[in-house]
């Protein structure tokens, strides 16, 4: 066993904790500090240690109780750990919970090395408080307390024996695990969806009552007890540690658990402090692993304190008065100390570990309040969770372009080592807050924009004017073109041109050049598009009421739809076809005292019955408008007809749209599987069993090829799709998306939809797709400067060649992400460069050409590439990465390659840019000390590693989702913010800290708000206050919430405006509405509530957090070595 593997150190409090003075003779721990550049040296006598932590620069911190460290050297260290045979440790027969109490001369403290430097984060899994091999057990602890065999009771959920020091945990030493059954990365069993279908849907009521893991009563004294993280235990066995040891003495030190502290209390960013601890009855003795005494602290400034860095392994947090402890064991802060207690084994700070709250709040608190400037190159945007202003000085806004790394490596060779993936989410048409400018438009004329006319990149705040501005250089491809004389103006003394401030193009990263005839198809401008609204009119559509609410809600929103800067009325114009087995047209022109009706019942021919009357304007139709819409639901109120089409009426509203000679988009309204006789019927193909097998991937293909074909007609007509399902059953929905994931088209889902429970997000969800700005009939394509090209694109959209991406309809909510690879060698001093043209009809129907442009560092050293990677970026491609890959890969085969891919990113960094240190370290980049637990959460995500409620359409819907979403989209998808409502003062109406989705942060006696973009729960406590029950729900206690509300009353107290208020906040923020569901502690639904807790162990097989952190180390180890 090496040195690294046998040495003992403890794990809670870790960097930032406090710096104490010590002395060789007081505290005989040495410390070796390399500095780079520098050979190791023998530690001087006095160093600044940190209790059993010590911090260095750049150091190997291996320290050892009661051992002196002499000078590194080559040769093997020492054993430390009583061996069998061949090398092995020898275990006892002690059964799962059993703990051996008394001395032991062969216990050791538990190490865990930490490591911060600038760019390093240095963890021990192996040596956690907790810490499971991936596929292994926990096991219950070696603990030196009183020779007396004591029980426990229920078997301990981690394997730690915590002592406390100053606010900073020591934990005791964790047997070496056996593999058990089903931990890992098993079969899955069960897990609730995330598509957003609830509890009306039937989806979620018949969940196996599995048993969250179990949590136990910390004993502790009030004021210095820390968030708690208990594991899932396993059945093992260990070894008794041998007899003899010497006890534990006295303290007479600064003060352990139980004791009093002389300082102030430990704070935590965004939590209000806890009041100083008291003190226990005299004698009081902590038994654990003996420690040396420690100096007292004086000084109320604490001198000597670490600042965190951004997210890093702080202080251990002290009880905060506005966190309570976790539920629900929860100690009873404020209440008289008892006899002293043995702690039992059941702690582990999770401030240990990577916390995505403080990385996020850390962000926002150092980059949240000056503006973003973009004209440094390869500059790192604040987290796409921070609030900030853009201010564009020649690159594009992170709005619109965010890149999984803004420093590239030079080689091709440099980047196959890193395995980092160069990739940028482009989101072309974002939308931009009301403080910052949208794209100023450019004008050129009949001659149109400048371009390069080599490789046709379009002018850009990078090309180079020369010879006195006649002439300029193409940043992109080198080549030298002339200026046209229209064009032409001189340049100052420092090569700029005197007008670069006067003209977007030369001073932007972002702006529009309004496109000439010759980017228009046949040489002719465009007619302002069209939207047709397609209305299933079969018996489960008007049995529900969905046909008569969307009639109702159509006659209002039609006033509302999308129109070009200050126009007073839309240029977009409407028609309506509804349809079961047969489709029919209405002719709506403004000149008819009533609608007319045109029936076509051949469906495998389709064609349009009229032209003129079809496709109106609202204003001038908006009588005979209201008077169709109020006759549809009475026309099919009797109706009996249940089977439906659905190819041929997309093919009715493409030719409709190739008739009237415009783009456009449709609007289905659909409710069941498509099975009557026409072109694109479909079968029930619903096979649970085909899940963890080879041919689990055709769940998620389409079941035929027509509606691919159909969808590249939709793209040439510039006709996109926007479906909207109402299932009661299986509907296909990895078929039915097909046409709107191809045609730049949305897909929303609402299983057994009804009118009481779902119509405000049905009408929510409608009105802001209509609503919302559209490029329509768009091209776009992705330029780049010489050493890297565009090799592969992810999105909603349709590709006829390599590098033209085409979209029927683009809104602001849709990305493109692209990856590059190199084709040649970068040069560091002149960087790499992108440029994002987008080509599309706005809503008026005028050509425009959006630019985006984007210079990007070059880098022949990994640390530069590591330093700059945005963990959330890359998590966003790896996601849509793997999503795609189901479609053609073993569901396993796409975990296991992920896997590889984050083991391979991390193992090169700690091969190549971090200092030598023991193998049983787990050393994270700064930048990517995120990627771990964002991954296990990919992993655990529905598509890759379903539960059994979870159904196939679930899957399909959630893969198509997030093919498309935006970096922040993604990221509160896979991590949900957890917002706790009761812990701040009510007259605070600002967005209350975020809490890690864990079930150890939840208090019985809080109540929770949870969202992940689509969901949004409220989370309630069994011992929520009386007073805040009546104030929240109306209603007199806990057992008269109604579980499964999707409603709150609105009452006048600052409480239920404040939650209304706050609810209404997140909304806002979200493309989609998110429906709120009610939770009740140990009701069924809590079941579902906790599968979006994901730092935990899910049903379905997902490790916890730190779980896979301990997998994704040994997976690290094994490439190393």
């Not at 099919?636 to 008739?659: N, S, W």
């Not at 599987?673 to 069993?689: F, H, Q, S, T, V």
């Not at 994931?741 to 009804?754: E, H, M, P, W």
């Not at 609810?1063 to 989609?1072: F, G, K, M, N, V």
Request: proline share 9%; net charge neutral; charged share 15%.
């Amino acid at each position: 066993m090496t040195r690294g593997e046998s040495s003992a150190c403890a794990a809670s409090g870790f960097l930032g904790a406090y710096l104490l003075p010590t002395w060789q003779k007081e505290w005989p721990w040495s410390v070796g500090v390399e500095l780079p550049g520098a050979t190791r040296r023998p530690p001087r006598n006095r160093k600044w240690s940190l209790g059993a932590l010590t911090l260095g620069t750049k150091s190997n911190l291996d320290l050892e109780p009661g051992v002196s460290r002499a000078p590194p050297s080559s040769g093997a260290p020492p054993a430390s750990t009583a061996q069998g045979p061949c090398g092995q440790t020898a275990y006892g027969q002690f059964g799962q919970g059993d703990v051996q109490n008394g001395p032991s001369s062969t216990v050791q403290m538990q190490r865990l090395q930490v490591l911060l430097m600038s760019t390093l984060w240095i963890i021990d899994p192996s040596k956690l408080p907790g810490y499971q091999p991936f596929g292994s057990a926990i096991l219950a602890p070696v603990v030196s307390q009183p020779a007396v065999l004591q029980p426990y009771g229920p078997p301990p959920t981690s394997a730690q024996v915590t002592a406390q020091l100053a606010g900073m945990q020591i934990s005791g030493t964790v047997a070496p695990a056996s593999p058990p059954s089903g931990l890992g990365y098993g079969p899955p069993t069960s897990l609730a969806s995330a598509s957003g279908s609830f509890p009306n849907s039937g989806l979620y009521g018949s969940y196996p009552q599995g048993q969250a893991p179990p949590l136990g009563q910390a004993q502790g004294h009030p004021g210095t007890q820390a968030p708690q993280r208990s594991v899932p235990l396993q059945a093992s066995s260990f070894t008794p540690p041998a007899s003899g040891g010497p006890r534990m003495p006295s303290m007479t030190g600064p003060p352990l658990p139980g004791q009093s502290f002389g300082g102030p209390p430990v704070s935590q960013p965004n939590h209000v402090s806890s009041p100083a601890p008291q003190a226990l009855p005299p004698g009081t003795q902590m038994t654990g692993p003996p420690g040396p005494p420690l100096p007292p602290m004086h000084s109320s400034q604490q001198p000597g304190y670490q600042l965190q860095q951004n997210g890093s392994f702080g202080p251990t947090r002290g009880p905060q008065s506005n966190y309570g402890s976790p539920y629900p064991g929860a100690a009873t802060f404020g209440s008289q100390p008892g006899p002293p207690q043995p702690l039992p084994p059941k702690r582990l700070d999770p401030d240990a570990i990577p916390s995505p709250i403080q990385v996020i709040e850390d962000d926002r608190n150092n980059r949240g309040s000056e503006p973003f400037v973009t004209g440094v190159r390869g500059q790192v945007p604040p987290l796409v969770t921070t609030n900030f202003l853009v201010k564009d000085q020649g690159n594009a806004s992170p709005r619109y372009i965010r890149c999984t790394s803004y420093n590239i490596p030079c080689t091709s060779d440099m980047a196959k080592q890193a395995q980092v993936p160069l990739a940028a989410v482009i989101k072309p048409l974002a939308r931009l807050p009301p403080e910052e400018a949208s794209p100023y438009v450019v004008d050129h004329g009949e001659s149109g924009p400048l371009r390069c006319n080599r490789c046709k990149a379009y002018m850009c705040p990078f090309m180079q004017f020369v010879e006195g501005g006649r002439r300029f250089q193409c940043c992109f491809c080198s080549c030298i073109n002339d200026v046209p004389p229209q064009y032409f103006q001189h340049l100052d003394h420092t090569g700029k041109r005197v007008d670069a401030y006067d003209r977007p193009e030369l001073s932007l990263g972002s702006y529009e050049f309004l496109a000439t005839v010759d980017y228009c198809k046949n040489n002719k401008f465009p007619s302002p598009p069209a939207f047709i609204f397609m209305i299933d009119v079969s018996y489960n559509a008007i049995r529900s009421g969905l046909v008569r609410l969307l009639c109702e809600e159509l006659k209002s929103l039609l006033d509302f739809l999308p129109r070009e800067g200050g126009a007073e009325e839309s240029a977009i114009r409407v028609g309506f076809v509804t349809y079961n087995k047969v489709l029919h047209f209405y002719n709506v022109k403004s000149s008819l005292a009533q609608p007319q009706m045109m029936v076509v019942s051949d469906v495998g021919d389709m064609f349009v019955p009229l032209l003129d009357g079809f496709l109106v304007n609202v204003n001038e139709s908006q009588a005979v408008i209201t008077s169709l819409l109020d006759q549809i639901p009475e026309m099919f109120a009797d109706t009996r007809e249940t089977e439906t089409v659905f190819a041929p009426v997309i093919q009715a509203g493409m030719e409709a749209l190739k008739a009237a000679e415009c783009a456009g988009k449709l609007f289905l309204f659909h409710t069941s599987l498509p099975i009557a006789e026409a072109p694109g019927k479909l079968k029930n193909r619903d096979d649970r069993k085909l899940i963890n097998t080879d041919k689990e991937k055709t769940l998620f293909q389409p079941q035929t090829g027509a509606y691919q074909t159909l969808a590249k007609e939709c793209v040439a007509q510039g006709c996109c799709v926007d479906l909207f399902l109402f299932p009661n059953q299986y509907v296909d929905v990895a078929t039915l998306s097909v046409v709107p994931q191809l045609t730049g088209g949305s897909v929303y889902k609402y299983a057994c939809f009804q009118v009481e429970n779902d119509q405000e997000r049905f009408l929510s969800d409608l009105r802001r797709d209509v609503q919302k700005v559209v490029g329509f009939d768009a091209v776009m394509r992705v330029r780049t400067s010489t050493g890297i090209r565009a090799v592969d694109f992810f999105g909603a959209f349709y590709m006829n060649n390599t590098t033209d991406v085409e979209l029927a309809g683009l809104d602001g909510d849709k990305t493109v992400t692209v990856e590059f690879k190199h084709d040649d060698r970068l040069n560091e001093e002149n960087g790499a460069l992108l440029q994002c043209a987008l080509l599309y009809t706005s809503c008026a129907g005028q050509r425009r050409l959006r630019i985006h442009n984007l210079a990007l560092n070059c880098c022949t050293q990994l640390a530069d590439l590591y330093r700059n990677c945005e963990t959330d970026t890359l998590i966003n491609y790896m996601a849509k990465f793997a999503y795609r890959g189901v479609l053609s890969s073993p569901v396993k085969t796409v975990r296991d390659t992920l896997i590889t891919q984050c083991a391979q990113i991390l193992a090169c960094y700690r091969k190549n840019c971090a200092s030598p240190s023991s193998a049983g370290q787990l050393i994270l980049p700064e930048c990517m000390k995120l990627l771990p637990v964002y991954l296990n959460c990919v992993l655990k995500s529905d598509v890759l590693q379903p539960g059994a409620e979870v159904t196939t359409d679930d899957r399909a819907y959630v893969r198509q989702l997030v093919t498309s979403m935006d970096v922040a989209e993604t990221n509160v998808f896979f991590y949900p913010r957890l917002l706790p409502l009761t812990k701040s003062p009510i007259e605070n109406t600002t967005e209350p800290p975020a809490v890690r989705a864990s079930e150890e942060r939840l208090s019985n006696g809080d109540i929770y708000l949870l969202e992940n973009g689509l969901n949004l729960f409220l989370w309630v406590g069994a011992s929520v206050q009386q007073g805040v029950v009546q104030s929240l729900f109306g209603v007199s206690s806990f057992s008269q919430i109604t579980s499964g509300l999707s409603v709150l009353p609105v009452l006048d107290n600052l409480l239920s405006k404040k939650v209304q208020g706050l609810i209404d906040s997140l909304r806002a923020q979200r493309s989609r509405y998110m429906k709120l569901i009610v939770v009740k502690q140990e009701d069924k639904l809590e079941t579902l509530f906790k599968h979006f807790l994901v730092e935990d162990k899910s049903l379905s097989g997902g490790a916890s957090y730190v779980d896979f952190l301990c997998h994704m180390h040994k997976e690290i180890r094994q490439l190393l070595s």
